[in-house]
């Protein structure tokens, strides 16, 4: 190639680059809240597709698991989520700068092991949980919501129901 032409060619080429970057707005750090860490059979789903061991979880996405399927979802503050079969759960952020997941527990039974200080929200048809390690010791909590039916067991730990509407 001749100098013109690669001069035209770089010329066309920043110009692809500078356009798409300039459509795309600003930069927005795409964070994984955790993953899938085993599941029992291949009927666990993220946002409808497929999930398999290892597969990153982001701010937004449903986890569901369907008839004789669990499983484990490890969550990048520490706590892990383990849910029964036929279950579905939104996972999001609670307080992005302090690293704190909120899950939308849609339908089923999940139990929540929490280590940390940092409290996991978790919201219900009816209430709102905070679950919350104190002094090195884990908080673990039983939550299971059918309808707009819920039930909450606190099994270890600091766990706080806020309940929404009448009580």
């Known amino acids: 190639m001749t100098g013109r032409k690669w001069w035209s060619a770089l010329t066309l080429l920043s110009t ?4 798409s970057s300039y459509a795309s707005g600003p930069l927005v750090e795409a964070r994984a ?3 899938v860490m085993m599941s029992t059979s291949s009927s666990v789903m993220i946002n409808g597709a497929p999930a398999r061991h290892g597969t990153a979880i982001f701010p937004g996405d449903v986890v569901q698991t369907q008839n004789v399927s669990t499983a484990v ?4 503050s520490g706590a892990s989520l383990a849910m029964s079969e036929n279950s579905e759960v939104a996972l999001d952020w609670a307080d992005p700068a302090a690293g704190t997941e909120r899950m939308n527990l849609l339908r089923g ?4 092991r929490n280590p940390s200080p940092q409290a996991e929200w978790v919201t219900l048809p009816v209430a709102s949980v905070l679950v919350q390690g104190e002094g090195g010791f884990p908080a673990i909590c039983r939550l299971a919501a059918v309808g707009q039916s819920s039930t ?3 099994d270890r730990g600091h766990v706080e129901i806020r309940c929404s509407g009448a009580p």
Do not use: D, E, T
């Open 16 to 19: 692809v680059i500078s356009s």
């Open 33 to 35: 809240l955790g993953m």
């Open 73 to 76: 979802v490890r969550l990048r």
């Open 109 to 112: 039974a999940i139990n929540l």
């Open 152 to 154: 909450i067991i606190n």
